[in-house]
């Protein structure tokens, strides 16, 4: 189980409250913590807060799953399959990103921004949004078409590095949201033709 320190305003690394302080851990946990801090925004009033809000928000799952929803009403054949598709897998990572959560338990970074996130959804590691972005970029990568794929292929980092400097996420987090992305998208584009012939029905 993971935990914060208990001055909610010191931007301090956590440790595993139930295993020994390991010397490499606490080492790796701190080098996260600093360079967290320092990609961090300072506050709201800063000239960079509404882009970083905007894209932070991007990546939220209700938002493309909506999209992914609105394709299918009103889509073509092609596009209700595509939709239908990046769906599944969008949903299929929320839940592992959920249960993940729920088994680590690592605690947000303190901060105020982000309420929704931090009531709904107090803990962080692995990051949900990294993980989305950077499985919705592999997906449009081996789907086409080649404008979305550049795309996202931008904007999934971005968004990654917004969830930090808004202060919701560790770096660690969305590094490990990314690499799970990436795993998961490759592991999605394999069992494709699987899920294509499963669901053909819903096209």
């Given amino acids: 189980m993971w935990i914060n320190p208990s001055n909610s305003n010191c931007y301090a690394p956590i440790f595993p409250a139930s295993e ?3 010397l490499m ?13 320092r990609l961090r925004l ?9 882009v970083a809000v905007f894209l932070a928000h991007s990546g939220d799952s209700w938002l493309w799953m909506s999209g992914f929803l609105l394709l299918w009403l009103v889509g073509s054949p092609s596009l209700r399959r595509w939709a239908v598709l990046f769906a599944v897998a969008v949903g299929i990572q929320a839940l592992s990103i959920f249960a993940l959560k729920q088994t680590i338990r690592r605690q947000r970074p303190p901060g105020e921004w982000g309420a929704l996130y931090r009531n709904f959804d107090p ?4 990051s949900g949004h990294a993980t989305r972005a950077f499985l919705l970029a592999v ?4 789907n086409g078409p080649g404008w979305l794929s550049l795309v996202l292929a931008f904007w999934a ?7 930090v400097a808004t202060g919701v996420h560790y770096l660690s987090d969305i590094t490990a949201g990314a690499v799970l992305g990436l795993l998961m998208g ?18």
């Fill in 186 to 203: 490759g592991a999605f584009l394999a069992a494709q033709p699987t899920l294509s012939a499963l669901l053909s029905f819903l096209f």
């Fill in 42 to 50: 300072p506050s709201e009033r800063s000239r960079w807060w509404g």
């Fill in 25 to 37: 851990l606490q080492t790796l946990l701190s080098l996260d913590a600093r360079l967290t801090a």
């Fill in 139 to 142: 997906l449009a990568a081996g």
């Fill in 123 to 126: 803990h962080s590691f692995p």
């Fill in 157 to 163: 980092p971005l968004v990654s590095l917004a969830r």
């Fill in 20 to 22: 020994p302080h390991d």
